[in-house]
């Protein structure tokens, strides 16, 4: 499968844990994003990495958020002390940066976490 | 804010018959619009695209429009087929930058009937 895979795909964890979820885009694509997705809503913007380059992360991302892209490629995304708020899907999708503002995303299969 | 609302939330029709979704969005700056479905549990695949330049893009039994004047944006299925049941989501992007942050509507449950 070519496209974009996350792992792991469900994390259950008590509140106050810290959880990381991974995320490896389509070879080659250079432009990464993560998204937040809650039941019955569209999935909202968190944050964005062209390359190893974090260039915006959304007021969504509080400190307890940390996403990193170390070496351009996968990228994780950890949440620290999680709170039952954080309950959601979380959606890694990717693009290959093409110009003029049609830079096609695709996403991943999630990672669903729950907050007991 | 960025803000992208869509309706209907929940759209019920007969095989074979049209659909209509639409959103509106506040960001003037907005110039590139994808529209995804998202069957249950998998991830949300792009099923059309338009960006502002283009008042309308037909891909077979899909199509959309465009009104900067008014932003509004809205995606037409006909004769459609059990198999278009999903939820859709609409977006909007400034492509700010030369990347796309989207803006999602809160989808649409579209449902059709045998």
């Not at chain 2, 960006?51 to 459609?80: C, P, W, Y």
């Amino acid at each position: 499968d070519t496209g974009v895979s996350q792992n792991p795909r469900h994390k259950i964890t008590k509140r106050g844990q810290n959880v990381t979820f991974r995320c490896d885009p389509i070879s080659e694509h250079n432009r990464l994003y993560w998204y937040r997705q809650t039941l019955g809503q569209g999935p909202e913007f968190l944050t964005y990495f062209q390359n190893e380059a974090q260039l915006e992360k959304s007021r969504l991302l509080s400190d307890r958020f940390s996403a990193e892209r170390p070496k351009g490629s996968f990228s994780t995304l950890e949440i620290q002390r999680t709170e039952q708020g954080d309950s959601a899907m979380y959606l890694c999708a990717s693009s290959s940066g093409t110009s003029g503002g049609r830079d096609t995303q695709y996403f991943g299969p999630g990672t669903r976490l729950t907050v007991l | 804010g960025e803000n992208v609302e869509q309706h209907p939330s929940t759209l019920s029709v007969q095989e074979g018959d049209s659909a209509v979704i639409k959103c509106t969005y506040s960001d003037s700056a907005s110039n590139y619009f994808p529209w995804y479905k998202q069957e249950l549990g998998k991830r949300p695949q792009l099923i059309i695209d338009i960006r502002s330049n283009v008042g309308e893009k037909k891909d077979q039994r899909i199509a959309v429009t465009l009104n900067k004047t008014a932003k509004h944006f809205s995606l037409h299925i006909t004769e459609t087929q059990p198999e278009d049941s999903a939820v859709y989501f609409c977006a909007a992007s400034r492509g700010t930058g030369g990347y796309n942050k989207l803006i999602f509507g809160a989808g649409t449950r579209l449902a059709v009937h045998p």
